[in-house]
């Protein structure tokens, strides 16, 4: 047990991201936290691109005309090693732009250690270039109700079930 302490210590200095996290406050409070990360961590100039993909390539529906997405150490190393699930601490940050390429949305999924086991525990979040949360209006039961667009949204984990990537919750297909 102790070994395990001082690995875990050893492994949060020395190379600044913890073994696991937990999730803490409210999904709103994660994502300005997760956006503060962003910005600090510079990840245009800092992270890698999404493997085999490159800066503005042609999207799919319903996220896009043009996309560039960015991935963190601990993705690139699952993605790489072909897991048929990335590792806990793995955020993957997608633009997505609209036809004429401005920046629409940024789409980022985040896999958090016990957030949420029902759907292989990532946490979501859709913002808007500036980095507010955004919102989309649905409707539930005849009733209209805005849905706040980050923690658990139905519509990005209904979607993203389908793991096109053949990782879990992953869509986009991957070089083989
Ligand atoms: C109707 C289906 C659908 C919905 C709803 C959806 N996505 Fe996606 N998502 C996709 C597809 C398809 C891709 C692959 C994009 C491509 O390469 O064209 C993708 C890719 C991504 C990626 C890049 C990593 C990956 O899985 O490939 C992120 C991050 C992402 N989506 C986040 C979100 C978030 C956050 C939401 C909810 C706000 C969401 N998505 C809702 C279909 C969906």
């Not at 009733?143 to 879990?168: D, F, N, Q, R, Y």
């Amino acid at each position: 047990m102790y070994r395990f302490i001082f690995l875990s210590v050893f492994l949060l200095i020395f190379t600044g991201f913890p073994v696991y996290q937990v999730l803490s406050g409210s999904d709103n409070e994660h994502a300005a936290k997760l956006w503060d990360m962003m910005q600090k961590d510079d990840y245009r100039d800092t992270w890698k691109h999404y493997p085999g993909k490159g800066v503005l390539y042609k999207g799919a529906h319903p996220h896009g005309a043009f996309l560039t997405t960015y991935v963190n150490g601990p993705a690139l190393k699952g993605l790489n090693a072909h897991n048929k699930e990335l590792p806990y601490g793995s955020i993957l940050i997608k633009e997505n732009y609209k036809p004429d390429k401005t920046l629409a949305a940024i789409t980022v999924m985040e896999r958090v250690k016990g957030y949420n086991l029902d759907a292989g525990d990532w946490y979501w979040v859709k913002f808007s270039p500036k980095g507010d949360v955004m919102t989309k209006d649905v409707e539930m039961d005849g009733k209209k109700k805005t849905v706040t667009l980050a923690g658990k949204p139905k519509g990005c984990i209904g979607c993203h079930t389908a793991s096109v990537a053949g990782i879990k919750y992953i869509m986009t297909p991957y070089p083989k």
